[in-house]
């Protein structure tokens, strides 16, 4: 079903990527801002939502405002399917020569706009917004975020960089090549810094969230995203498995080696309860963590194998 409605004049410039679910009270007040951010700069641009299908009234007041906005478009998928699924939806359909990712919560300001969009001109193909301070986010959020960037900058076989989200510019060059991966799994940090080019960053302070609650657990959600951008780009920690298995295997021996020199020299063993309990479970939770690990990367292999696709759309507003 397409709601018809004219399309914009001129070929964008820019094009604003922005991943919606449950945001009807957000979508006009950054409307408003990031709108007055192109009219300044003074060139064609277009807003694309991407929307996972919402409870509320978010497509509602989304039609309304391509009714009054001819530059903004939407797409609906057939079921949620997710943030990074959703922002790859909107880069994979953008038309403009620049493309901006940005959240609707306006945690992340458009006013940083002509900022990332003026490093481009230095030769820069990538400009992400890097975080200063975080305004809004527990101590817990924080401390689980600068361990996982920690842990995967250390294991990943490309650096991702810290403190950054998916809000940044980037040129139709790394759009193509975004499209010629075609991955299931859309975390679009390590994907950017997969396709490489140059690229350079934008500090800024990132505010409060204007309205409403965010639409995933902070703490599970974070670290859910955080093991997505591990093991789709590094095959380290199953390396680092291998290694614990064959170190443990040593220890193991020392211990029994430990045993039979007692033996010799007559000293009276009597097995202790706890001591093998405690060896026992060790061993035990080892191998069930090795297991897990392994399951992750079957998982995604499985995934990437049925090569089903990343999103699905329903319908479109304001399309050609």
């Known amino acids: 079903m397409n709601h018809a409605s004219p399309a914009p004049p001129e070929a964008p410039v820019f094009s604003l990527v922005v991943p919606v679910y449950k945001e009807e009270r957000n979508i006009r007040p950054f409307l408003a801002r990031a709108e007055a951010v192109f009219a300044s700069m003074g060139k064609p641009y277009e807003i694309i939502f991407t929307l996972d299908p919402s409870p509320d009234r978010t497509e509602e007041v989304i039609l309304a405002e391509i009714q009054r906005n001819p530059n903004i478009r939407l797409l609906v998928f057939s079921r949620r399917f997710g943030q990074p699924a959703a922002t790859m939806a909107g880069i994979l359909t953008c038309r403009g020569e620049a493309c901006i990712v940005i959240d ?97 960053f934008v500090e800024y302070d990132r505010d409060e969230r204007l309205s409403g609650a965010g639409n995933y657990n902070r703490l599970t959600g974070s670290l859910k995203i955080g093991l997505n951008g591990l093991i789709s780009f590094s095959s380290r920690p ?19 080696g430990w045993y039979v020199f007692q033996k010799l020299i007559g000293i009276d063993l009597t097995p202790g309860l706890s001591t093998t309990v405690l060896f026992v479970s060790f061993f035990a939770g080892v191998q069930l963590l090795g297991l897990g690990l392994l399951g992750e990367y079957v998982g995604r292999i499985y995934d990437e194998v049925k090569r089903r696709p990343m999103y699905i759309v329903d319908r479109r507003a304001n399309f050609e």
């Open 238 to 256: 199953l390396s680092l498995m291998s290694i614990g298995g064959a170190l443990l295997a040593g220890f193991s021996f020392l211990v029994g």
């Open 104 to 200: 609707v919560d306006l945690q992340d300001q458009p006013e940083l706009i002509p900022e990332l969009y003026a490093r481009l001109a230095d030769g820069f193909e990538v400009v992400y917004a890097k975080r200063r301070s975080r305004k809004g986010e527990t101590l817990i959020k924080r401390i689980v975020a600068h361990v996982g960037y920690a842990l995967i900058n250390t294991l990943s076989d490309v650096p991702i960089p810290r403190n950054t989200g998916d809000f940044r510019i980037m040129t139709r060059r790394v759009i193509e090549e975004l499209r010629r991966l075609n991955e299931t799994h859309g975390f679009l940090r390590g994907l950017v810094a997969f396709v490489g080019f140059k690229q350079t």
